[in-house]
C-alpha cells in the first residue's frame, strides 16, 4: 500500500460515486469507484484499502451483507455505511456486522470527510496497539496502576495509544477494579490532559436529576431553577466526559445522549441555544451491555456509539501475581505506613491476600491494607483480617446440621440470616432492621453478638477508590 490510504467507494448511484471521487481527490486519498458487490470483491482481492464505504443498497444486493464479508475476509478494511434517510435501524445492523460508523443521505462533504478521518485514525491507532502487544517488554505500571499480569499489560499498551486519540472508549470490568482509575489515565496521560476530567455516576441520580446534572439549565426551567446553571457535559468541553455505570441511564435518556455524541452539541434545559461541545467520552459498566440490548434496557444505536474501543479490566482473583506489587504500592503511598515505617508484609500475611478471592477486587484489597496499616506495629504487618477460604465462605459460621443441638442450630441459622441480609444490603443497618421487622438497636446488638461486622459487607459497595 502507498503512503496514501486508499479507499472503495461502493455505490450503484454513479452520481454518488462521482461526488465522493471527486471529494476524496481533494484530499491525501487514493480512491476507487465500484458499482457493484462483485466488482467490489474482486478490487477488494487484487488490491489493499485502508477503508470501505458501503452503500446500504447496491443493484438490488444487500450492502449489510456486503460489510459483513468484508469484516470476515479483510479484516483490516474498515467500513462506513451509507443509508438513506429514515433508515437509522439498517444502520444499526450494519454496525452489528461491523461497520464503524453510518453516513445518511442526504450528507454534507464535511460529514462525510470527518467520518472518514476519524475511521482511519480509529484504524490507524488499533494497528499501533497491536504492534505494541507484540513489543510487549517488562514493564509493571502505567499512570497509577501497576501490573505483572500479560493481560493487564496489554490494559496498559491500549491505555497508552488511547491516551493519544479522542476515540469513544468502554471500559467493562467487575466492581472495584478500577475503571475510573483507567479512564483517568487516558485523560490525563493524553493531549486533553490540560481541561477538564468530569466524571459522573449515573446510578446516583435519578433520571430528572441527571438530565439536569448533564445539560445544565437556564433560569426558569423549572421550579427551583433561580439562576443559570452549566451543565456537566459543558464543564467537559475541551476535556474528557466519564460516564460511570452507564448502564443505569433509562432508554429516553439514552437517546438525548445519542444525539450529544452525533452532533457535539447541547441546548439546556429551558434554553434554545445550541452549545458547541469538544469533548471525548469514555463510559464504564460492570454489567454485560450486550444482554441488556437483548433485554430491551439499552438502546442498539447508543451501545454502539459508546463501544467504538471496548477495554476489560481482569477482576483481581485472575491476577494474583499482582497482590504483592500492589501492596507494596499501597504501603508507598499511605501516609501513616510512612509515618510507622512500614514497608513489609510476613509470609502468614502474604499467604492469607493470596489464598482469598477478592470479590470486591482492588477496592476491597484497599479496604483491608488500610485495617492492617491501622492495626501494625513495628516495620512488618504480621496478619491481615480477610476472611478464611473462598468468597463465597465470607463470614460463614459452622454447616447447620440435624446432628446439633437445637440451640446451637438456631444459633448458626440466626447469623446465617443476619449474613444474608447484611450481604443484601451492603452492610446498611436501616434497611436490614427494616427488612427483619427488629429496631436497629436490636440489630446492632444481634451482628455484635455472632462475631459479625457491618462494615465488612460494605466492601463491595458502589462508593470507594478501587473503581
Excluded at 456486503?66 to 478494511?77: A, D, M, Y
Excluded at 472495584?176 to 455516576?201: C, D, M, P, S
Excluded at 446553571?229 to 468541553?237: M, P, S, T
Aim: charged fraction near 30%.
Amino acid at each position: 500500500m502507498g503512503s496514501e490510504p486508499r479507499l472503495l467507494v461502493v455505490d450503484d448511484d454513479a452520481l454518488i460515486r462521482d461526488e465522493l471521487e471527486g471529494l476524496f481527490a481533494s484530499q491525501p486519498y487514493e480512491v476507487d469507484c465500484v458499482e457493484s458487490v462483485g466488482a467490489a470483491m474482486e478490487r477488494l482481492t487484487a488490491a489493499e484499502f485502508s477503508l470501505a464505504l458501503v452503500d446500504v443498497r447496491i443493484g438490488g444486493k444487500d450492502g449489510i451483507e456486503l460489510t459483513q464479508q468484508i469484516r470476515e475476509r479483510w479484516p483490516e478494511v474498515d467500513v462506513i455505511m451509507i443509508t438513506g434517510h429514515g433508515s437509522i435501524e439498517n444502520a444499526v445492523e450494519a454496525m452489528r456486522r461491523g461497520a464503524v460508523d453510518y453516513i445518511t443521505k442526504p450528507f454534507q462533504a464535511e460529514e462525510i470527510l470527518m467520518a472518514t478521518e476519524k475511521a482511519l485514525e480509529r484504524r490507524q491507532m488499533l494497528d499501533e496497539i497491536e504492534y505494541l502487544r507484540r513489543q510487549l517488554q517488562d514493564r509493571y505500571s502505567f499512570a497509577n496502576m501497576v501490573s505483572r499480569n500479560p493481560e493487564m499489560l496489554e490494559v496498559f499498551s491500549t491505555l497508552e495509544m488511547l491516551a493519544r486519540n479522542d476515540v469513544t472508549v468502554l471500559i467493562t470490568g467487575e466492581s472495584g477494579t478500577g475503571k475510573e482509575l483507567a479512564a483517568r489515565a487516558i485523560h490525563y496521560q493524553g493531549k486533553r490532559k490540560a481541561a477538564r476530567f468530569v466524571a459522573i455516576n449515573c446510578a446516583a441520580l435519578p433520571e430528572n436529576l441527571l438530565e439536569s446534572e448533564l445539560f445544565g439549565y437556564e433560569r426558569g426551567a423549572f421550579t427551583g431553577a433561580v439562576t443559570d446553571r452549566v451543565g456537566k457535559i459543558e464543564h467537559a468541553d475541551g476535556g474528557t466526559l466519564f460516564l460511570d455505570e452507564v448502564e443505569t441511564i433509562s432508554p429516553a435518556m439514552q437517546a438525548k445522549l445519542l444525539r450529544v455524541l452525533e452532533e457535539r452539541a447541547i441546548e439546556r434545559l429551558g434554553g434554545n441555544q445550541r452549545i458547541e461541545v469538544d469533548m471525548r467520552v469514555v463510559s464504564a459498566t460492570n454489567e454485560d451491555l450486550e444482554a441488556l440490548v437483548r433485554d430491551g434496557r439499552m438502546r442498539e444505536d447508543f451501545y454502539y456509539r459508546i463501544n467504538v474501543v471496548p477495554v476489560h479490566l481482569p477482576p483481581l482473583r485472575e491476577r494474583v501475581e499482582d497482590i504483592s506489587l500492589l501492596v507494596s504500592e499501597f504501603l508507598r503511598n499511605n501516609p501513616l505506613a510512612r509515618e510507622k515505617s512500614l514497608n513489609r508484609l510476613s509470609e502468614k500475611a502474604l499467604n492469607q491476600l493470596v489464598a482469598y478471592e477478592w470479590p470486591g477486587n482492588i477496592r476491597e484489597l484497599s479496604n483491608v491494607m488500610e485495617r492492617a496499616i491501622l492495626r501494625a506495629k513495628g516495620d512488618t504487618i504480621r496478619e491481615v483480617d480477610v476472611p478464611t477460604g473462598k468468597s463465597g465462605d465470607r463470614n460463614a459460621g459452622p454447616k447447620l446440621t440435624y446432628d446439633m443441638p437445637l440451640r446451637e442450630y438456631i444459633k448458626g441459622a440466626e447469623r446465617e440470616y443476619l449474613s444474608r441480609l447484611l450481604t443484601k444490603h451492603q452492610g446498611s443497618i436501616s434497611p436490614c432492621a427494616k427488612h427483619a421487622s427488629v429496631d436497629q438497636a436490636t440489630l446492632h446488638r444481634k451482628i455484635k453478638a455472632h462475631g459479625l461486622r457491618a462494615n465488612d459487607f460494605r466492601q463491595n459497595g458502589r462508593n470507594g477508590e478501587g473503581r
